[in-house]
């Protein structure tokens, strides 16, 4: 993470926030605050049961309040898949195309 130029965060919705591996991890990634970090932007994709884009809200939130500690890094994009609760429920939707176009300029 710290040489990353970009960093890309993964995760399925919790009870409306981040899972806890993912919590772990920023939390165990406090001592980059004070480092020579080079990444800049940051993009969230997110997948939950629920289709409404609100359900990701309290994700965006709990990562925000770690990019905040960054001052030359902001969240660039999230993109969420919604309806997703079984194995290969995600093939074909539209977040994956989203995820793909957003992956060719970050
Ligand atoms: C413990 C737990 C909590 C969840 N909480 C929510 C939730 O608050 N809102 C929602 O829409 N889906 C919720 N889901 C559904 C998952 O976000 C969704 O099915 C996701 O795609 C599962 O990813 P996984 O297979 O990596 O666990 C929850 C699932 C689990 C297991």
């Given at each position: 993470?710290?040489?990353?130029?970009?960093i890309?965060?993964?995760?399925?919705?919790?009870c409306?926030?981040?899972?806890?591996?993912?919590?772990t991890?920023l939390?165990?990634?406090?001592?980059?605050?004070?480092?020579?970090?080079?990444?800049?932007?940051i993009y969230?994709?997110?997948?939950?049961?629920?289709?409404?884009?609100?359900?990701?809200?309290g994700?965006?939130?709990?990562l925000q309040?770690?990019?905040?500690?960054?001052?030359?890094?902001?969240?660039?994009?999230?993109?969420?898949?919604?309806?997703?609760?079984?194995?290969?429920?995600?093939?074909?939707h539209?977040?994956l195309?989203?995820?793909?176009?957003?992956?060719?300029?970050?």
């Amino acid at each position: 993470m710290l040489t990353a130029d970009v960093i890309v965060f993964a995760t399925p919705v919790y009870c409306y926030g981040m899972c806890g591996q993912m919590k772990t991890m920023l939390d165990r990634s406090n001592p980059l605050i004070s480092a020579p970090y080079r990444f800049r932007d940051i993009y969230l994709l997110a997948t939950a049961a629920e289709e409404e884009t609100h359900t990701v809200d309290g994700t965006v939130t709990g990562l925000q309040g770690w990019i905040d500690c960054f001052e030359q890094a902001q969240l660039a994009e999230t993109v969420f898949a919604g309806g997703v609760t079984s194995v290969g429920d995600i093939q074909g939707h539209p977040a994956l195309n989203q995820a793909y176009e957003m992956g060719k300029h970050c």
